[in-house]
Each structure stands twice: as structure tokens, then as C-alpha cells.
């Protein structure tokens, strides 16, 4: 789409991906320019690198309370998602059959557990409430002793429901002691603390680009002790368990990206801009006629969902895309076919149809928030007929 | 040894007097198709065609290239050999080795086109059938259902041999049929359409509306996308794009909700053929099928017609759906086609469109649109001034 005027670009859909920052940049350059031997070479050009990639498997280790042999490299959030959900599966396959998880899980753990279903597997997808809820209740009560499996994500990534992570890893150690829990934390990792210690889960993914590192990177945190079959099979890269000759660039940048975004007292003051910046916004969006505001009031505070109820998520996107602003929508694609999460809401149709999605990062101010809501008012005005 | 591609016409061999100028057409054609991947020469000899490959040219990506030039019934690869028997058998072996060694059952085939030749047609089967034999032992001849035809055609210049021919892309050269506009917007059945016309020799200009916001940039990338499969076939396209936006919220403001995909279709019609005239376009040409949606019976058909006065050509109007899906995947459109994106012809689709509009009532409705205070005709003229030309190429 071709930019109508010519403004500053606001960038309000960081749930999708950020910009990296000049410090993953000079780390990813680094390891291009200078830095470039293969981690696994002996010589010293091969170390030089070793020890690069030892930093930055130190600082996700670090930013989870984690140890570094604890964490492996990806090539991102999906395949760690995968890896978990289909290692957990064949490693307790004889254990039992049920897997438990929510509706409203990314698509890389939902359609995973789906060929797992294929093959055998019972599938409990917890149902959210209108706001992407899921009690703690729902989750004891899924959790039986032939559980193998429970997979939950912290965050939701389109309405940014917290989901009773904590409440799951107790379930399963009570109800299915030899049940293995993932945890997704993909959209909460730099934002909320994000403990392996305090969470007690056995595997949680995390992902680079969403925390201002390139794409390309992620990582699975998988507790010590802790035996799973891998999915490839090649080298001894990652302990064996992930292998093929490490990405080293895009590593180095996920180091530098985790040690700032998971800084503590760093990501608790982001943590209160942030929330004053949405408080902002819902009030503000609250000021148009018809809007409905699909997140809940205690909902990580980086991502605001709504919906304007007149005009189609599509038409909404390219309006605003064409203004230079940058959101989402809740619908994955175009026709009026809303996203497996809009749909597990259950909200009306036209609400559905209209879900947009808004996601912070420390860049956005109060002024993104009111270039963004004039735009939306004015596209009301403009587009909101029937659909 | 030298390698060619010999060309069997089509339905040219029919044309009488125009003979010279199809085939004229069809070189000139066979030589844009293959140019992308070094050229070729083309010429004439004895009622074939024969293509040489410039020096560096890929003869695989060539014969690929020119399988999808229409007005070629079939296309062989052949060895040009000197015409000599002592040269003709051996390179027999070594130029269909492969062939003959996973073969079980083959036939020899001779075409004695040069009278001067000491051997006649059977004399030459029975001398290749019987080294054949010599060479590959596990071999039996099959004169009805061989696994291999062997053809060896001794002609004027040289001798050349071949296996059995590639099935060419059929109809007429594009070009020798003047050129039509196809209104495409995305779906299934245009596409199909074009490469339809263009097969009966239609080159190509092709209108598409955009409604932005309702539609996105991702709307325009997928025509674009598929019309460069389709020029595969038809060479270049001349794709407009109109800004349609003004008009059909128009529409949307001032007509009855059950009258708009009609009358939207009216008026796209009407802008068409405006763009359709400058390029020089004797027709439009359309995807839709009887029955297929609201806007495709009769009733609807005989309002959209009366909006234009050039041929509207439907090549798909007779068509099942599954027939027109078994051509899109020959094409390479359908799996683009199905990518979701709003297009022109989705944005605000009434919930219950009138099946059976009435001509004269469609026309009064439009009526509104034509007051001062909306000028449709002031509409058109900006939508026409703003249309986006880009040329399309053939995607490889």
C-alpha cells in the first residue's frame, strides 16, 4: 500500500515483531564481521566465536534464572514449540494419552497437538471466557492421571490474556506425576519476570524478535535432568539435542536483546510506562461510539485488543497501514474469517470481524496512542457501513 | 552432435491464404518465449519449423518455454546428424541411449521428405530397427504399442532423429486474433479465462479494479501475480489498475443494497472499455460462468451486457466449476488464486442480491448516481486518468 502522507511511521504491532536494537545489531554485525568462524572449529577462529555464543547463551540463561546448559538454540519460537510438544509426546508415550492445552495456544503448538491427536493422542483444548480467560479450575480439572502433557502459554499473543501457567505446573505434579509441562512464554519473556524457578515448568519457549533481536532466533529451556528425543538428527551442536552449526549472528543478538529487555529494574519501569500507555489508550478508544475492548483489565498491559464493531479488521489495516500506522488484526486473514483466538472468544460477529490488535514496546508514546485513535475515528467515520 | 527442436503446427495448417503470416507470428513468438534463456533461431524448411538454440542456450528451459507458445500442435527434440547411414545409426544409439535402455518394446519410424535419399522409408526402419536390435538385445519390436517410437526424418538438409513428441500448447499464435481486455479481480475463473482467449490468439490487456482501503496492496500483488503465470502463455500483458474506491462507495451510498454487485459490474464494465479502446482492444473478456453466483444468471448477464457495447467473450460460461479448477492447475493459478485477500468483487456484497434484477430497474436506480451533486461521469473520467499501467512478463 502506498503511504498517503508522508508522516513519521508509528509502529504499534510489536507483538508481531520489533526493531531490533543498535545493540543486537552491533552484536549480530560482530559476529559477521569479525567474529565469524564456525562455533564448532577448534582452532582459535572457531573458539573466538565458542565464546560469543557462550555470552549469549549466559544471558538468556540469566534473563530465565536458568542455567546455560538449560538453554537451547532455535531457529525460534516456533520450532522450540514444537520440539517440547513433540519430544514431551514420544517420550511419555507409554505413560498415557492426554495432553492438555488451551484454544487459544500459537498455532505452532496447536497444530502440532492436532497430528498428535492423529496419532493416538487425547487433545483437552481449554475453552478461554469472552476475554481469554482460562481458570485455574479448568486446568485442575483437565489435568488427569493419564496426562502426559500440559502445554499453556503465559501470554496470550492476540488479546494478552495471562493464562494460569503456575496453576498447570501444579495440576500436573499432583494430579500426573510424570507429565511433562511447556510453557510458550513468547509473548511474556522481557516483559514480565519470567522465572524457570518460580514457574517450575520442564520446557519454555522463548523467541528472539519479539524482544528486539532479528529474526531467526529463539530458544528452549529444557530443566535439567530432563531426557527428550529430538526432533533432527546431525551434529553435536546443542548438546545433540538441536543440531546444525549454530546461527551464530542472529545468537549473539538474542544475547544482547535479553540482557536489556530482562533487566530487571529496566523491565519493571517499561512495565509501568507501559501501563499508564495503556490505561491511556482504552480510555481514549472508551471515547468512541461502539468500540469494545476484547483484552481483559488485567491483561499483559504490552497488548490492547478492540474492536470498532463497523468496519471490517481488513479495511481498518489498510486505512491506517496507508496513514503509516502499523497494528494488526485480529483476524489472521481477509473474508471475514476471523483467528482461531477471535473465534475461541466467542464474541459476535460483528466484534469479531473487527478485532484489531495493538502492541506495545518501550518506543510508543501518548502521541502514537492519539494519532492511532484520531485515525481510528476518522476511518469510522469514513468506512463504517455495512460489512 | 547438434540438438534442435522441430515444431508441428497446430491448427495453422488449416489457414489458406494467412499460412504465411500465422507462421510468421508463431516464430516471431517462439522466439520471445525462448529469449529469457539465451534465444533461439527459427526457420523454415518443408511445412516445419525448426528451432536452433543460440550458442549457451538451455535446451530444456527452451523446449519448456515454447511448449507454452500457442499454435504448436507438438514439439520434438532431435538430433541433426549428417545424411549419411554410417552417421545415422550410431548417433541413433548414443542420442536415445537412456531411452532405449529402460525401453522393452520400440518401433522405427522413417519420414523420407528428400526423394534423393539411396534408402527408401522401410529400407531405413528395417536398417535402424535391426542395429537397434544389435545394440540393445533385451529390446523386441512393437509395431502397435511400442514404449519407444525411434523416428529418423531425412530431409533436405540434414537427418534428424527423435523420440515421441511433446504434446505442444495447441490453438492459435497470440496475436494473429487482434487483442481483447480481460476484467480480472483475483478469483479462480479470469485467469482461466485469459489463458483461454489468449490460446484462440488474443493477446492480452487486462483491467483490474482496486478499492482501497477495502482492498490491499496484497490484492494488487496477487493479480499481478497471476497474470504472470498467464503470460507464460500469452507473452506480455497490459495490466490497469483503477482506483475504484470513489465509485463503489458511491454505489454503496446511493444505490439499493440488492442492485449493487450489478450495478458495480455495470460500472466496471463501462471503465474497461475505455481502457480496453486505448489499447486497442476489439473486446472483454470476462470469467464468469452460468449460475455460478448471483451476479451470473441470465438476468444478471443480460444487465452487465447492456453496459457494454464491444463483445464481452466468456470462454468459462459453459464451464463446472472443476472444469475451470483442472485448468487453473495446469495454468499454475490456483493455488495463488485461493490466497485470501478482499477483492474488488467481495467488498460490500449485499447479504441477499437480487438473482433476477430487471434491466430497467437497474437503470433507474443508477439514475442517482448521475445527479449533479455525485456526477458518476466525473467519477469515471478521474478513475480512468488515474488507472496505474504496468507491463506484465512471464514469471521464469
Known amino acids: ?387 | 552432435m547438434n540438438e534442435i527442436i522441430l515444431i508441428k503446427n497446430g491448427e495453422l495448417a488449416l489457414k489458406g491464404l494467412n499460412r504465411r503470416s500465422f507462421e510468421e507470428t508463431l516464430a516471431k513468438n517462439i522466439q520471445k518465449a525462448a529469449a529469457p534463456f539465451g534465444g533461439v533461431k527459427v526457420w523454415r524448411s518443408q511445412s516445419t519449423m525448426f528451432v536452433t538454440p543460440l550458442e549457451g542456450t538451455d535446451i530444456e528451459d527452451a523446449v519448456e518455454a515454447i511448449a507454452k507458445v500457442f499454435g504448436i500442435a507438438a514439439l520434438s527434440r532431435a538430433a541433426e546428424i549428417p545424411k549419411d547411414m554410417d552417421e545415422i545409426l550410431p548417433a541413433v544409439c548414443e542420442y536415445l541411449g537412456d531411452e532405449l535402455n529402460d525401453a522393452k518394446t520400440f518401433k522405427v519410424n522413417a519420414k523420407r521428405a528428400d526423394k534423393k535419399f539411396p534408402l527408401k522409408s522401410p529400407e531405413i526402419c528395417a536398417t535402424v530397427g535391426e542395429y537397434i536390435l544389435d545394440h540393445f538385445p533385451h529390446l523386441t519390436v512393437d509395431v502397435h504399442d511400442p514404449d519407444l517410437i525411434v523416428t529418423v526424418e531425412i530431409r533436405d538438409t540434414s537427418a534428424y532423429i527423435h523420440k515421441q513428441p511433446i504434446r505442444g500448447a495447441g490453438g492459435l499464435p497470440v496475436g494473429t486474433g487482434g487483442r481483447a481486455c480481460v476484467m480480472i479481480s483475483g478469483g479462480i475463473d479470469s485467469p482461466v479465462a485469459s489463458w483461454m482467449m489468449a490460446k484462440r490468439g488474443l493477446e492480452l490487456s487486462a483491467v483490474n479494479f482496486a478499492s482501497p482501503p477495502y482492498t490491499s496492496l496484497r490484492a494488487e500483488e496477487k493479480v499481478k501475480d497471476l497474470l504472470s503465470k498467464v503470460a507464460e502463455w500469452s507473452g506480455e500483458i497490459r495490466l490497469h489498475i483503477v482506483p475504484f474506491t470513489e465509485i463503489q462507495e458511491a454505489i454503496r451510498d446511493y444505490c439499493p443494497e440488492d442492485m449493487l454487485t450489478v450495478i458495480m459490474r455495470r460500472y466496471m464494465i463501462k471503465i474497461a472499455q475505455i481502457l480496453a479502446r486505448k489499447d486497442e482492444a476489439l473486446a472483454l473478456i470476462s470469467g464468469e460462468s452460468v449460475g455460478q453466483v448471483a451476479s451470473q444468471t441470465l438476468r444478471a448477464l443480460e444487465c452487465t451486457d447492456a453496459a457494454a457495447d464491444m463483445p464481452i467473450l466468456r470462454p468459462v460460461i459453459g464451464m463446472d466449476k472443476e472444469e475451470i479448477v483442472t485448468i487453473a492447475r495446469r495454468i499454475d493459478t490456483f493455488d495463488i488464486s485461493i490466497q485470501p485477500f478482499e477483492d474488488c468483487c467481495t467488498v460490500f456484497t449485499p447479504k441477499h442480491p437480487k438473482t433476477k434484477p430487471v434491466l430497467e430497474k437497474i437503470m433507474q436506480a443508477e439514475k442517482a448516481l448521475e445527479a449533479d451533486e455525485i456526477n458518476v461521469a466525473a467519477m469515471i473520467e478521474n478513475a480512468v486518468r488515474d488507472t496505474q499501467l504496468t507491463i506484465i512478463t512471464p514469471d521464469r
Not at chain 1, 546455560?68 to 531457529?75: G, K, L
Not at chain 1, 497430528?115 to 493422542?121: A, P, R
Not at chain 1, 519454555?204 to 532479528?214: E, F, L, Q, R
Open chain 1, 1 to 387: 500500500m502506498e503511504r498517503i502522507q508522508d508522516t513519521q511511521e508509528i509502529y504499534l504491532d510489536n507483538s508481531a515483531t520489533t526493531q531490533p536494537c543498535p545493540e543486537a545489531v552491533a552484536a549480530a554485525n560482530e559476529m559477521m564481521v569479525r567474529f565469524w568462524g564456525n562455533p564448532s572449529s577448534t582452532h582459535v577462529k572457531g573458539s573466538e566465536a565458542a565464546a560469543k555464543l557462550r555470552e549469549a547463551r549466559r544471558a538468556v540463561a540469566s534473563a530465565l534464572s536458568a542455567a546455560p546448559e538449560e538453554i537451547f538454540f532455535t531457529s525460534g519460537g516456533t520450532e522450540a514449540n514444537n520440539i517440547a510438544v513433540f519430544g514431551a509426546a514420544a517420550k511419555n508415550r507409554r505413560n498415557g494419552k492426554r495432553i492438555v492445552t488451551s484454544a487459544i495456544e500459537h498455532s505452532s503448538v496447536l497444530d502440532s497437538v492436532a497430528e498428535l491427536e492423529k496419532q493416538g493422542f487425547e487433545v483437552i483444548r481449554l475453552a478461554p471466557d469472552s476475554h481469554g480467560h482460562i481458570s485455574p479450575q479448568q486446568v485442575a480439572e483437565a489435568v488427569n492421571a493419564d496426562t502426559v502433557l500440559v502445554t499453556m502459554m503465559m501470554v496470550n499473543n492476540e488479546v494478552g490474556s495471562i493464562l494460569p501457567v503456575e496453576a498447570a505446573v501444579r495440576a500436573a505434579r499432583r494430579n500426573a506425576p510424570k507429565a511433562i509441562v511447556h510453557c510458550d512464554c513468547v509473548q511474556a519473556f522481557g516483559k514480565i519476570p519470567v522465572s524457570v524457578k518460580k514457574l517450575g515448568a520442564d520446557l519454555i519457549t522463548v523467541s528472539a524478535h519479539k524482544i528486539h533481536a532479528p529474526k531467526g532466533a529463539g530458544a528452549l529451556y529444557k530443566r535439567k535432568g530432563l531426557m527428550i528425543p529430538s526432533l533432527t538428527h546431525g551434529g553435536h551442536q546443542e548438546d545433540s539435542f538441536r543440531p546444525g552449526t549454530e546461527a551464530a549472528p542472529v545468537i549473539a543478538a538474542f544475547g544482547a536483546a535479553a540482557a536489556i529487555a530482562c533487566d530487571k529494574s529496566g523491565m519493571n519501569q517499561r512495565y509501568e510506562t507501559i501501563k499508564a500507555l495503556r490505561d491511556y489508550t482504552t480510555q481514549r478508544l472508551h471515547g468512541i461510539d461502539g468500540i469494545v475492548i476484547n483484552s481483559p483489565e488485567d491483561a499483559l498491559p504490552y497488548i490492547v485488543n478492540f474492536s470498532t464493531c463497523c468496519v471490517k479488521a481488513e479495511t481498518m489495516l489498510n486505512f491506517l497501514s496507508e496513514r503509516g500506522i502499523y497494528v494488526s488484526g485480529g483476524s489472521a486473514c481477509a473474508k471475514g474469517e476471523p483467528s482461531h483466538v477471535i473465534k475461541a472468544l466467542g464474541l459476535p460477529r460483528d466484534a469479531a470481524d473487527s478485532a484489531i490488535r495493538v502492541s506495545f514496546c518501550g518506543h510508543n508514546t501518548t502521541d502514537d496512542v492519539d494519532t492511532l485513535v484520531n485515525t481510528v475515528a476518522e476511518g469510522i467515520t469514513r468506512l463504517a457501513h455495512f460489512h
